[in-house]
């Protein structure tokens, strides 16, 4: 049976401190990011067009760290990342660096359908994306006034600050269609306020996302450097083809590994066989499931 996970970022969200409209349109996005996975799995879809599909809705939702609505670099521009991969023959694709693409989910599948690389960044990877037709937008585009907001908010704080609340708003869409193909997909903003051309998980494969028939699909959302680290997307199916360890428990082993480095965050992840499950060390996680017989949206610790 098909079924798609997605994600919208982990974090300090708790009942009662989280912004009740900032909640509400969350919510309602990771609805929208749902239906548009379903309509392509319903329909006997393959799973890298479900989770395109649902990343792409959630690219264009301001309300999370990816596409418009990214947080903001050190010097106020957005810089997008993002990877796609396909679990029957692991072919991957992912970017880093973007400015001016407007779909950065869409350029890492180009990436991986058009051209004989796995990842491209900055210029080349934006030269690429024009030359692929995909549609360019300047990079005010991408900015909203309360990213703007946040990083004027960080930077007063001197050149080392760091956001002690921080929401990882990376998001990220898991599934299985009904041939039993999985897929996984992760686009991000990144951090406020990076600098140096840093670059997270999400883009890197096995760290922020994989996908492996013999395993699962997997996308991430945290700390990126400890994920990187931790080969985190990687080693969830490791530890099911090699340990035996089943997803849930899969997924647990590795966010406490993280933990212990010293990294929070969260986990989405399905099999081919069709389990889904999620995990995060943080109070909440934007997330959500659908399936032929299942239709959760969820936001805190505690619902399941």
Request: glycine share 14%.
């Amino acid at each position: 049976m098909w079924k798609l996970m997605i994600h919208g970022g982990a974090g300090s969200m708790r009942p009662g401190k989280l912004d009740e409209g900032q909640e509400k349109v969350a919510r309602a996005g990771l609805g929208d990011a749902l239906e548009a996975g379903k309509a392509v799995l319903s329909t006997g879809g393959s799973a890298v067009d479900a989770v395109e599909a649902a990343a792409r809705v959630l690219e264009e939702d301001p309300a999370f760290n990816a596409g418009k609505g990214s947080v903001l670099a050190h010097d106020g521009h957005v810089e997008c990342d993002a990877a796609i991969m396909e679990g029957r023959d692991r072919r991957a694709g992912a970017v880093a660096g973007l400015r001016t693409t407007r779909a950065p989910i869409t350029a890492a599948r180009k990436v991986m359908e058009d051209s004989p690389h796995v990842l491209m960044g900055r210029g080349g990877a934006e030269e690429f994306a024009l030359e692929n037709g995909l549609e360019q937008v300047p990079n005010t585009w991408f900015v909203t006034a309360e990213r703007r907001r946040q990083l004027d908010e960080l930077l007063a704080k001197g050149s080392e600050a760091f956001d002690a609340e921080i929401k990882y708003g990376t998001i990220g869409a898991v599934a299985v269609d009904n041939d039993g193909h999985v897929a996984a997909a992760t686009s991000t903003g990144g951090l406020t306020a990076k600098r140096w051309g840093r670059i997270g998980d999400s883009p890197l494969i096995g760290a922020g996302t994989y996908a492996d028939d013999r395993a699962a699909a997997v996308s991430a959302t945290g700390l990126g450097e400890v994920f990187i680290r931790a080969a985190a997307a990687h080693d969830v199916c490791a530890r099911m083809r090699y340990c035996s360890d089943g997803l849930q428990t899969a997924l647990d082993k590795v966010l406490a590994d993280i933990k212990s480095m010293g990294g929070t965050g969260g986990l989405i992840a399905v099999s081919p066989s069709g389990e889904a499950a999620w995990s995060h060390t943080t109070p909440g996680m934007y997330r959500a499931v659908i399936g032929e017989n299942v239709h959760k949206v969820a936001v805190f610790g505690d619902e399941g």
